[in-house]
């Protein structure tokens, strides 16, 4: 079992459709490939980890780093796992630049992300630099 966790920047031209498009893709390919994870998008930026067979990370972060939505794309953490952190965890997505969500919606978004990021397991390198960056980019922190 193989691990790993990177982050990316959105391109300027990836809009909502784009996202969307990226989610409905990640959970196909993930499915079929037997790929657990978590993939958080927020403001302009990805962190997504990823589990399973190491050639099919491989195979589908090299994919990831060429696709003209995402630049900046940044590995974070890879290696070998003994099981699973995500094993049940399947995509989500909550569009906060929608117009019809209210400032208090984001901030709720944001508090849950972080209170999310405190509570899950982080016994793995790997979830750990996820979840630290997921709320970096919560909180505004540099990265």
Do not use: P
């Amino acid at each position: 079992m193989y691990e790993l966790v990177y982050s990316s920047k959105a391109n300027k031209k990836t809009d909502k459709y784009a996202i969307l498009d990226i989610l409905k893709t990640a959970q196909s390919t993930n499915k079929a490939l037997d790929i657990t994870g978590c993939l958080v998008f927020h403001k302009t930026t990805f962190v997504q980890i990823l589990e399973g067979n190491k050639e099919d990370i491989h195979g589908l972060f090299a994919r990831i780093s060429i696709d003209e939505r995402h630049r900046e794309v940044v590995i974070l953490h890879e290696g070998e796992i003994k099981k699973r952190s995500f094993d049940s965890w399947s995509m989500a997505f909550h569009n906060l630049n929608d117009q019809n969500i209210s400032q208090q919606d984001t901030q709720t978004f944001e508090q849950n992300l972080i209170m999310l990021s405190e509570l899950v397991d982080r016994s793995s390198a790997a979830s750990f630099l996820f979840w630290l960056n997921v709320r970096k980019q919560v909180m505004g922190w540099l990265v």
